[in-house]
């Protein structure tokens, strides 16, 4: 190619990078009668910050371990269940039924831990909602009856945004008698806004609208080759059919011709672990840090692509976790099943089959 050749080639790139850059910044269309109450662009946009009496949640873009995202930083402040109180028919006529203990006092007042947490794409799509951030419909600045009417006089709500190096601040209220709208007010300036309903609603359900649950980003196509380690043993194993994620089969890597029924039933099983409750990075579980009972590392060739670990916390049968808003939690039938990989930003409690963890012995050892 010629030195010309070479220049046009270098001069197209640049225009095309300058158009990816120019779409990527570029605002969407305006809905009619639409006001922008932040002006800002997706790279201008640093952060978000949502809190109600149930909760807090801070959202921005990051870089973990080299790999750029959404990260959420979640706090849940509802109240830890107290333990039920004994039945009054359970104490002698007369007697004195003692007092908690200091420490069970302490367990019940301990606040949930602040859990940092990696989004998924729903989390990037409420990010682009903020770039430029708009409501349907602007009030301008109300008086307090109308500001009492709006809910606005003791709201409860708080949404921070800090972009192009200012921070926003803004009171959410709804009316008393409310159909369903909530309004914004600027802390700073008093004006007054509609609040997007469905912006509203992802940041008051973060913790389970937004957050990634996923263990993996790669597929059983993209890997070749696992190593399975449990009780001390390892095994090499290759995948055959790897293209096909529901036919796939696993084979010892010494007879790759003859394929192992249970390790493709138990790998399918691990395969398709879906999380009951994801921890923060660097979160141990309340019930203790789990003890390592098996791992999987994930081969194309010989680049490693990723990997799972499974971790067991013996409890006390029938020693659930406290109810959350949120549902009960699952049965530990005398244990916690929980997993981490290279994707997920710390250990997630998984469904506790008891064959995840045997059949993981009797797989390494080849029995």
Known sequence: MTGRGLLVQGALAAVGLAVAYGTWQR?????AGEIVVID????????????????????RRGNESGEPGVWLNVQDKTPVAAPAKPAASAARPGATIPAAPSSLAAAVAKPRPLRRLRGDEPAEKLLGEFAPFRSARA????DAKKLKELGLDVAKKKLIVVARGETREFAIGQPPQS?????????????????????LADLQGAAFRLVDRKLHTFKIADVDRLVVSSGGKTRDFVIKNHQDQN?????????????????RNWHDKVWRL????????GET?????????????????????????????????????????????????????YARTEHTAGWVRVHNDPSTLTDADKIAAGS
């Open 139 to 142: 009030f301008g600045v109300l």
């Open 27 to 31: 605002e969407p269309e305006r809905a």
């Open 274 to 281: 879906f999380p009951s409750e994801l921890l923060g990075k």
């Open 40 to 59: 800002s662009t997706k790279g201008d946009l640093k952060s978000i910050h949502f809190e109600d009496e149930n909760g807090s949640v801070d959202i």
């Open 285 to 337: 579980p309340s019930s203790g840090v789990p003890k390592l009972a098996a791992r999987i590392d994930y081969f194309d060739g010989s680049k490693n692509v990723g990997w799972l670990e499974l971790g067991k916390v013996d409890v006390a049968a029938g020693s659930e976790p406290p109810v959350s808003p949120h549902g009960p939690p699952p049965s530990n039938n005398g244990a916690e099943v």
């Open 247 to 263: 036919a796939y089969k696993i084979a010892p890597a010494t007879a790759p011709d003859k394929p192992e029924e249970l390790a």
């Open 179 to 199: 159909s369903g709208e909530n309004y914004l007010r600027d802390v700073k300036d008093g004006r007054v806004y509609l609040m997007p309903r469905q912006i």
